[in-house]
Structures are given as structure tokens and as C-alpha cells.
């Protein structure tokens, strides 16, 4: 009973019932204006009220098989007028064929009524929808009841769609108009009383149609090439649109409409999520004291958080930028009421500080993320990049061999690999001097080697934001350069992944998918700002900068690799370097970085890493040369 009570009650109801209406006024004025009604053709009035059942029925079923009732009046369109055509000519042709079968009935007798009824019922069904859509376009767009509210369509008519949907309507304050997805299985079903329209990529029209305000995408499991599509979609609909964070950023959170945020490059870069193995992390972890350097920034602070939920026995934390610790501080302090942790201000250069912080607190692992790494500068500043990333990692890879440190993390770089710069080059050293350090210590030295970082501090994208923030241009060296990029958080996470997969000595190199154009990473953070490449900001090649290269590289060729047991991490075998040419050389650089020699740390460079001979110091600006120019 209630289940009659819902369906008499549905909003659709009253137009099902029209349509019937319209079926028999269509059937009887056919057979009255060919004088060949049910009485007429059999002279009894319970066979002609048979026919009207049988009419009824099997119209009635051709017009609902054929899509008509997914639509709205308000928005009727060519669509429902082709429905109703379609309804009109299969429904006569399936009442003449009952008909012949069920009477004996020879067709041919109901010739003008066949021409005349499917033309009869287009026009009772299609001409109110019409005049309807008309008088809405003309005057009342939007039903009184939903005034003021904002229409929206989401996209992807799953779980988390389902669950946006019901919060919106609670919330009072929006509508949802509809669901796009491209699952054919849903096409024509409703969640919660609301129906899946379309494909997505018939987002254009479908807004324009249903008036949309909004669009959410609600994917959270979408691959980054799916976002792609998607976000393209959304931009040529010119309705403005937002997103449900990724799985991975949601955890285990439900779906909310205070988690919707702006598409960012992260979304379209970023790949699927990674499968850790938690658990041997958790135990590579327990009960261990850990040091990391350089915790204070973009890669250093992230490690804090994700070993902090790992509940080390301490976590102690080294930066020479006073403001970035203080951040990354109060930030475990807000998170992490039982955490044990210590924050050192001070550098990984200075003898004293490093022999001070590893006797003192003894760490069990040491994560060195601390190094200077934005090329540019450091292709001027030969003696600073040489003193931190070279010396620093000597010393603390000294003294963490002097105070029985169990484990070191070298975390390195994609510019060490055949490096063409001053940063890759002293990166490449620092690799060497550790590696070396493992065949002659108890502790157990890993250098972990990836690419670029999206929105760390110093990279690309923020700069690229900032650009577009100040109305352009934005500046690319060369329109072909590309680079591995990969999120903060996953970076962080593959690092200690592979800190508890080495036995000491390897190279680990993470898997950075494809690389990515910087002109098509540039174009994308236009549009995602809501502008137009070329029209509304322009891009510009300047050249590229001494040291830099077109692509990157992963692996030098002397160093093959194999599958780890992990996916996405990946094993070099490193290349061997003589100890004692190699000692003799830093040690007489330590002299040069004292005398501030840059001239001899030049050829130190070159003589330990061969390489960076094929590159220029040359330091001249580039020329500037315009790809998109403002119309």
C-alpha cells in the first residue's frame, strides 16, 4: 500500500497521467475523423473498450521504454520531441500488430487510422512540453520553491556522489538538478529521486539545459588522465565547478560539502594512490629515535607528519631556517599531543652542531632531507652549494657512523643523474661519499633519488601561481623542457617505504610516472585560474638557464636497475668510486670552501663527476622569446 501511496505521489505521476490522457483523446479522434472507431469496426462497445485498454497499455509502455519520463517539462527539448516521435510510430505499430492477432482484424482496414494517430499523439504529447519550456524560458526560469537556490550537477553518480547529494539537500541552500557519469549501467537510473542525465562530456549541454550553477566532481578515485578529461569538460561548459579531494586526501572521512575545493594541478599531476606496506614500515619505526634535517621544509616537514602518526619513540628535528621550524613545530605540537619531539635550530655545515644533536640524542634513523637545491642560484654559488650538500652530508654521515646511528636516508635527486649543474653535480657527491660510507660502517647508508616535488617550496608551480596572480606573463625556458613531478605526500611516504626496504648501499629511485610538458603544466594552472592561455595571460619562452636541462633522467646508463619488491620503487646499482681519490678530494675541498676558492671547487667538481664537463658555467641571461602573444 505505501509502495502505491509513493508511486501516486511521485512529481512524475501527473505527467504519466497526461500522457495516457493524450493516448486515448489521440486513438479516439483518429478513429472519429476516419469514421473508424472501435464501435464502427466491431459494433460492440466491450470489445471497443479492449481496444482502448489494449491502446493504453502498449502505448503506455513504448513511451516509458523510450526514455520519455527522465525529462523534466521545464526542459523539455529535441530530445523528448524525437522520444515522442519514436513512441508514436512504434506504439501504432505494435497496437495494429496486437490487434490483427488478437481479432483477425486485417490491417489494411485501419490504414487511415494507423497514418493519422501517431501524428495526432505527437502533437498532444510534444505541444504542452513545448509551450511549457516556453513559458518557463520566457518568464519563470526556476519553480518558485527553488528560488534562490543553487542548481547543481554532479559528476559521478557513486557513493561519494550519492553522499554529496543527500548533504546538499540537507543543506538547504542548493539544489541538485542532476548526475553525469559515463557508466552506461546508470544511464536513466536516480539516486535518491535524482536522475543520471547524461555522459559527462555532454556537460555543455546538459547546463545549458537544466540551468546549472555548479557543477561538484565527485571522483575521488579518479587516475590523474581522468581528471584531465574531466576538468577540460568543465572548463569548455564555462560553468564554474569544484571537487571532492582524492581517496587518499579523504582517508576515511565521509564525503562533505565542506571538503569541496578548487581543482588544483595536484589533481591532473598527481597519480593513483599508493599502496604501502604500513606495516613494515610501522616496524622499521617502532621504538626508534629519529633525526631529521631539514625538517623545516617542503619534504623535511612532511616526514615529520607521516612518522609522527607512526609514534616514534622521539622525533628530533634540525633546520637552519628559524621560521620553518617554528611552523613545522607548531604544527606537531597542534596534532600530536603524546608526540616526543625536539626541535634544533641550527646547520648541518657547522661541525659543532652536528656533533652536538647526534651524541646527545642518538637517533636511530637519520632522514637527510637538508640541501640546497634551487639550480639556478646554485649554478652562481658554487661554494655554498659544495659546503651544505657535499660537506654537511659528510659530516653527518661521519658522525652518525661515530655514534652507531642504525640507519642513514640520503635523500637525493633526478639532477644527479648525468648532471649538467652545479645542485645535481654536488647531490651526485654527496650519493658517492655515502655509498662509499656503507661498505666501511654498521650503519646502513640509502640514498633515495626522485624528481620534482609539485608545490614545494621554490618549484615551479607556486611560481607559476604567482605569475598568473600578477596578470602574467608567465615565463617558460624552452617550449619542449619537461620533468618528473610527484605529490609532497607521496614522496614522503615511497622515502620510508624504501628506508625500511634496504639492507644499505642502494640507490632507490621512485617511480615518477611520465614527465610532463612545463608548457602544458603552465597552460593548466591558466585555466584552473579561470583565464585563457594567450588571451587573458601569456606565456613566453626565455631560454634555458645555464646548467638546465631539456628532460631528466632517472638512471645514468652504467647504473641498471631491477624491480624492488615495492611497485613503484625501484633499484639502481650504484657505480663504484675509488675511497681514497675520493677522501683526498673532499678533504682538499673542505680547504677550498675555507679559502672560498671557487675556481678550485670547479675542478673538484668535475674531476669527482666527470659529467659536468659537458655543461657551461656560463651564467649569461637568456633571450626572451614570446609563444603566445595577446590578441
Not at 613494515?280 to 607528519?305: A, D
Not at 659546503?387 to 655514534?403: D, I, S
Not at 602544458?520 to 585563457?532: D, Q, S, T, V
Request: hydrophobic letters at 45%; glycine letters at 8%; one cysteine or more.
Amino acid at each position: 500500500m505505501k509502495r502505491i501511496i509513493d508511486i501516486v505521489r511521485h512529481p512524475r505521476a501527473a505527467v504519466v497521467v497526461h500522457d495516457l490522457g493524450m493516448v486515448l483523446l489521440a486513438w479516439y479522434a483518429a478513429g472519429w475523423l476516419t469514421e473508424r472507431s472501435a464501435v464502427a469496426a466491431t459494433g460492440d462497445h466491450s470489445s471497443m473498450l479492449a481496444g482502448y485498454l489494449l491502446v493504453l497499455v502498449l502505448q503506455g509502455g513504448v513511451l516509458w521504454a523510450t526514455g520519455l519520463y527522465k525529462g523534466l517539462w521545464r526542459f523539455a527539448s529535441f530530445q523528448d520531441l524525437w522520444n515522442i516521435a519514436r513512441a508514436s510510430v512504434f506504439g501504432t505499430v505494435a497496437i495494429m500488430a496486437a490487434m490483427a492477432l488478437a481479432r483477425g482484424v486485417m490491417v489494411s482496414q485501419w490504414v487511415p487510422t494507423v497514418l493519422l494517430y501517431p501524428t495526432l499523439l505527437f502533437v498532444l504529447l510534444g505541444l504542452p512540453r513545448m509551450c511549457f519550456r516556453f513559458w518557463k524560458d520566457s518568464g519563470m526560469q526556476v519553480p518558485a520553491s527553488e528560488k534562490g537556490l543553487k542548481r547543481v550537477l554532479i559528476l559521478g553518480a557513486g557513493r561519494s556522489g550519492a553522499m554529496l547529494e543527500r548533504e546538499l539537500r540537507h543543506r538547504g541552500s542548493f539544489i541538485v538538478v542532476g548526475f553525469l557519469d559515463d557508466d552506461r549501467r546508470l544511464r536513466g537510473a536516480q539516486v535518491h529521486g535524482v536522475p543520471v542525465l547524461a555522459p559527462i562530456n555532454q556537460l555543455s549541454r546538459i547546463g545549458a539545459e537544466y540551468q546549472a550553477d555548479l557543477v561538484i566532481i565527485a571522483m575521488p578515485s579518479a587516475t590523474n588522465q581522468q581528471m584531465q578529461h574531466i576538468v577540460e569538460v568543465c572548463e569548455l561548459s564555462e560553468i564554474e565547478f569544484r571537487t571532492l579531494p582524492t581517496l587518499q586526501d579523504l582517508g576515511s572521512k565521509a564525503t562533505k560539502i565542506s571538503d569541496l575545493k578548487r581543482v588544483v594541478i595536484d589533481d591532473l599531476l598527481g597519480r593513483d594512490p599508493v599502496s604501502l606496506e604500513w606495516e613494515s614500515i610501522r616496524e622499521g619505526l617502532v621504538g626508534k629515535r629519529v633525526m631529521i634535517t631539514g625538517g623545516g621544509g617542503s619534504i623535511g616537514s612532511e616526514l615529520c607528519r607521516q612518522i609522527a602518526r607512526l609514534n616514534p619513540v622521539e622525533l628530533i628535528i634540525i633546520d637552519h631556517s628559524e621560521y620553518s621550524l617554528y611552523r613545522i613545530d607548531h604544527q606537531l605540537r597542534s596534532e600530536f599531543h603524546d608526540l616526543v619531539f625536539y626541535s634544533v635550530l641550527g646547520d648541518i655545515c657547522d661541525p659543532a652542531t652536528v656533533e652536538k644533536v647526534v651524541g646527545e640524542y642518538q637517533p636511530d634513523m637519520i632522514f637527510h632531507a637538508a640541501a640546497y637545491k634551487h639550480l639556478p642560484i646554485l649554478q652562481t654559488q658554487i661554494r655554498e652549494a659544495f659546503r651544505n650538500n657535499v660537506l654537511g652530508t659528510m659530516r653527518l654521515a661521519e658522525a652518525a657512523e661515530r655514534h652507531g646511528v642504525g640507519t642513514f636516508v640520503l635523500i637525493s635527486t633526478d639532477k644527479a643523474v648525468n648532471p649538467a649543474n652545479i645542485m645535481g653535480a654536488t647531490k651526485r657527491v654527496a650519493e658517492m661519499y655515502c655509498q662509499n660510507m656503507n661498505a666501511r660502517s654498521r650503519t646502513r647508508f640509502i640514498t633515495v633519488r626522485f624528481g620534482n616535488v609539485l608545490n614545494s617550496n621554490g618549484s615551479v608551480v607556486p611560481l607559476f601561481q604567482e605569475q598568473i596572480a600578477k596578470g602574467g606573463p608567465v615565463t617558460v625556458t624552452h617550449p619542449e623542457i619537461s620533468r618528473y613531478f610527484m605529490t609532497i605526500s607521496e614522496a614522503s611516504q615511497l622515502i620510508m617505504q624504501a628506508a625500511v626496504l634496504g639492507s644499505g648501499g642502494e640507490i632507490f629511485v621512485l617511480d615518477m610516472g611520465e614527465p610532463v610538458n612545463i608548457t602544458y603544466l603552465a597552460e593548466h594552472l591558466i585555466r584552473l585560474a579561470g583565464k585563457e592561455p594567450g588571451r587573458d595571460i601569456e606565456i613566453i619562452y626565455t631560454g634555458l638557464r645555464p646548467g638546465e636541462k631539456l628532460f631528466e633522467e632517472l638512471f645514468h646508463e652504467l647504473e641498471p636497475y631491477e624491480h624492488t619488491a615495492h611497485e613503484k620503487i625501484f633499484l639502481a646499482h650504484p657505480r663504484e668510486a675509488n675511497w681514497d681519490e675520493l677522501r683526498s678530494e673532499l678533504r682538499s675541498s673542505e680547504l677550498a670552501v675555507r679559502r672560498y676558492d671557487t675556481k678550485s671547487l670547479q675542478h673538484a667538481l668535475v674531476r669527482l663527476v666527470p659529467e659536468l664537463a659537458k655543461s657551461s658555467f656560463n651564467t649569461e641571461p637568456a633571450k626572451v622569446v614570446p609563444i603566445y602573444r595577446s590578441s
